[in-house]
Nanobody
Framework: QVQLVESGGGLVQPGGSLRLSCAAS????????IGWFRQAPGKEREGVSC????????TYVDSVKGRFTISRDNDLNMGSLQMNSLKPEDTAVYYC????????????????????WGQGTQVTVSS
């Protein structure tokens, strides 16, 4: 069964940190780019970060540059998103997704290019 499962969300104060994980099963994640998206209430889904399948090149939306770090561990078949210096505007449901043979600069934020999606994990930044 092909599956992506996110974990690590929760409630954190402004300035705090969270680490999201994305565990893949039923397929080899090393052949896929991993993308992290988020969707806040009343807003469209937004691409946050991406890591390519081949060379591990990364992209970030401007609002998270310098605060978020995406990574992957192909041996463990999983990806991660380290989020530091969190702000209230980072509050959203975060989704991981996988795009076969994906190169992030080519994927852009094209959600239709992604083959598999997780169920999402809630991140709430509030005092």
């Amino acid at each position: 069964q092909v599956q992506l499962v996110e974990s690590g969300g929760g409630l954190v104060q402004p300035g705090g940190s969270l680490r999201l994980s994305c565990a893949a099963s039923g397929f080899a994640l090393n052949y896929y780019a991993i993308g992290w998206f988020r969707q806040a209430p009343g807003k469209e889904r937004e691409g946050v970060s991406c890591i390519s399948y081949r060379d591990g090149s990364t992209t970030y939306v401007d609002s998270v540059k310098g605060r978020f770090t995406i990574s992957r561990d192909n041996d463990l078949n999983m990806g991660s998103l380290q989020m530091n210096s969190l702000k209230p505007e980072d509050t959203a449901v975060y989704y991981c997704a996988a795009a076969s043979y994906g190169i992030c600069t080519e994927l852009s934020d094209n959600v239709f290019r992604y083959d598999f999606w997780g169920q999402g994990t809630q991140v709430t930044v509030s005092s």
